[in-house]
């Protein structure tokens, strides 16, 4: 008897056993990785230099964490593009404490981190309480939760430069373990091992697909849909507010806006690696390759001179091209 | 057996007194529906009494002026929402269009009524571009005009070639959309707004083929099977928003004289808020297009008060962003998944 092949997202069986012909999917984007490599070298040989290496590794690690942090949401619900202003909110705060004589690391990493929890909360309650769309949530958070910023940071208009910083507070965003990898790699590589663990491999990452494809079903077969997502936003709110402290850390001071540039690579980075890791729904492995990709192609245009606009420009269309192939294939709405 | 016999006839006996009846709650229903206008007038009033100058000629001629390319953006979205998609990327369209219109008056001498044709061209080719992409590709529309809106702002900056420019020396007839008055009284704009206004609700509320976008809107399946050409309405409220987009873009243009792209930031939030704030209105969670205009006047009103009392630029943006929140919570509750969802 002939096993029928289940097309669509059946979140209960692992892809790859599925997968049998297309094992090229997941190496594509490490053969693009490389293929990039070679040819921003070729056109700029500093592109390989120790200095652009870590700045490659350094806007991958916050890109990914923040995109990590989306993942999780766009497994349980659906986009969250309030991911980077969040981040930015945690390192508005955690400065705005320094200014205000806070000398203990440890308290200013916590209040820093919590007040992150607390945003990505405030987002989850309207998601899972009043059920609104939550990307429609979170663009109204995300202007919300950057006024807040500004209202923080406008003594500085905009920006929180402190004079004396309590020791140790540069340590995550600067110190080199080994004297070799920066922190913020090894922050965001044990963040993908735990994510990898908590989101693909145990019980609690099952149910979040579960509810992310259908609630329903969930709730029939007993799965608590509503704690599920909770827990789902508050560990993006965690990251968010790891992500947060390693930049305000890399620059000693916090600025309005700072997580932008991060944004928009980190949708495609979560979109990117729907496509190429699994059956099109969002993943842990995807997200981290895609956005070492993407942080590479940022970093590359800016080593081979195009101006800033340009990044927009291939952005805009690699987004789009994306969500066409991952549009291919579904059923038609009609 | 008894008991049940009494049970039965109790209950009857209550049907017929209608103690069952669906009662329609009409203080809330009136709240609900005439909310935002009460509201609007209220405080348009607080205004005028903290700051007289609120009430100024001058000042409600600009408030009218630039609440109505806010508007004419904001009728379009709500067209496209109405039609059961989002489209972000009307900013930015808007803003291109402000940008190439000047530069083609100006540094290529081209006649201000083609200006205008080509830009509006332009406006409405993009539209379609999303229209595509969406409708016939099925990708969702949030995500594909999120893409659309960074692509554009790209291309604007391109153009610009990352700053802005200005135009002190434009001819004066390219001033008169955005400033330019009516006898003496009436901004060119608000008039072009209220044309506009006029067709879309014709068309909108009161057509055969505007109530298809409606149904297609709530129940798609039902429109399927009844047979609208659901394809057709969801490509042709792209085509509608990308007149609208052009139509603002002009405006603003005309307004401030400036080719910039940051502009396209700006013009983002206000009409969303605007929509979605007016769909509380009248249709209880419906866009509607009464609604958008109440709504329109209502936020024009906050952010020109807010510039007026003093008040800085973060106070605008966390309340433009609570408005939403308080905006798409009421719509969400009341008319659940009346809000599309993106599905991946």
């Given amino acids: 008897m002939e096993l029928s092949k289940t097309n669509n997202k ?63 949401i766009m497994i349980i619900s659906g986009i969250d593009l309030s991911g980077a202003v969040i981040a930015n909110l945690s390192a508005i705060i955690s400065v705005y404490l320094v200014t205000k004589g806070i000398n203990n690391l440890l308290i200013i990493l916590t209040i820093s981190i919590l007040v992150a929890i607390v945003a990505s909360l405030i987002n989850s309650i309207l998601v899972v309480y009043i059920k609104i769309p939550s990307f429609i949530v979170t663009i109204a958070t995300s202007a919300v939760f950057q006024g807040f910023c500004r209202s923080i940071a ?76 909770i827990y789902g936003f508050l560990l993006a709110g965690l990251l968010y507010g790891i992500a947060g ?32 890791l699994s059956l099109k729904f969002a993943n842990i492995k995807g997200t981290f390759i895609s956005a070492i990709l993407l942080s590479i192609l940022v970093n590359g245009f800016t080593m081979i001179n195009l101006p800033f606009y340009w990044k927009n420009v291939v952005q805009g269309l690699l987004l789009i091209s994306v969500v066409i192939v991952l549009s291919t294939g579904k059923r038609e709405s009609v | ?47 005028s009494i903290l700051n007289p100058v609120f009430l100024s000629q001058r000042n409600i001629f600009n408030l009218l002026s630039q609440g109505s390319a806010i508007g004419i953006l904001a009728l379009g979205f709500t067209t496209i929402v109405i039609s059961g998609n989002f489209d972000i990327s009307f900013a930015a369209n808007a803003a291109l269009v402000s940008i190439i219109c000047p530069i083609l008056i100006e540094d290529l001498g081209v006649p201000l009524l083609i200006a205008y044709l080509i830009s509006m061209v332009l406006a409405i080719i993009v539209s379609i571009i999303n229209g595509i992409i969406i409708v016939f590709l099925n990708v969702p529309s949030l995500i594909a005009t999120f893409g659309m809106s960074n692509f554009l702002f790209g291309i604007s900056n391109w153009i610009t ?81 990308g007149i609208t987009a052009g139509m603002g873009g002009l405006i603003i243009g005309s307004i401030f004289e400036t080719a910039d792209p940051a502009v396209g930031t700006a013009l983002l939030f206000p009409p969303v808020i605007v929509a979605l704030l007016g769909a509380v209105f009248l249709k209880e969670g419906i866009p509607n297009v009464l609604g958008t205009m109440v709504a329109a006047i209502l936020m024009s009103g906050i952010s020109n008060g807010f510039v007026l009392l003093g008040y800085t630029l973060w106070v605008k943006e966390i309340t433009e962003g609570v408005i939403l929140i308080f905006s798409v919570s009421v719509i969400s509750i009341l008319k659940p998944g009346g809000l599309p969802s993106v599905e991946m």
């Fill in chain 2, 1 to 47: 057996m008894d008991d049940e016999n009494d049970q039965v006839k109790e209950v009857t006996q209550e049907i017929s007194e209608g103690k069952y009846l669906y009662k329609e709650n009409k203080l809330k229903k009136l709240f609900i529906t005439y909310g935002l206008l009460i509201f609007t007038i209220v405080l348009f009033i607080i205004f």
């Fill in chain 1, 10 to 72: 059946d979140h209960y069986i692992k892809a790859h056993v599925l997968e049998g012909k297309t094992w090229y999917k997941d190496y594509l984007l490490v053969i693009v990785i490389a293929v990039l490599l070679i040819v921003f070298t070729v056109l700029n040989p500093q592109f390989v230099g120790i200095d652009n290496i870590f700045s490659i590794l350094n806007f991958a690690s916050l890109t990914g964490i923040i995109a990590l942090g989306m993942t999780i």
């Fill in chain 1, 245 to 276: 402290i390693i930049m305000s850390s890399q620059y000693a001071a916090a600025m309005v806006g700072m997580s932008d540039g991060y944004l928009f690579p980190a949708v495609i980075s979560i979109l990117l690696g729907m496509i190429f």
């Fill in chain 1, 154 to 229: 406008f003594g500085g208009a905009g920006v929180i430069y402190p004079k004396k910083l309590p020791h140790g507070f540069v340590f995550l965003g600067t110190h080199y373990l080994g004297k070799l990898i920066p922190m913020p790699v090894i922050i965001f590589i044990v963040t993908v091992f735990i994510m990898i663990i908590i989101i693909e491999l145990s019980p609690l990452g099952r149910k979040m697909y579960a509810v992310g494809s259908n609630p329903e079903v969930s709730r029939h077969v007993g799965i608590e849909v509503n704690k599920v997502q």
């Fill in chain 2, 161 to 241: 070639k990352g700053n802005y420019l200005c135009f002190p020396y434009i001819l004066p007839a390219y001033k008169i959309i955005g400033k330019g008055k009516i006898g003496g009284v009436v901004p060119v704009a608000l008039l072009i707004f209220l044309i506009i206004t006029f067709f879309v609700i014709v068309f909108l509320e009161i057509s055969y083929k505007g109530r298809q976008f409606y149904v297609v809107g709530s129940n798609l399946q039902a429109a399927a099977r009844v047979g609208i050409n659901v394809k057709k309405i969801k490509f042709q409220a792209f085509f509608i928003m």
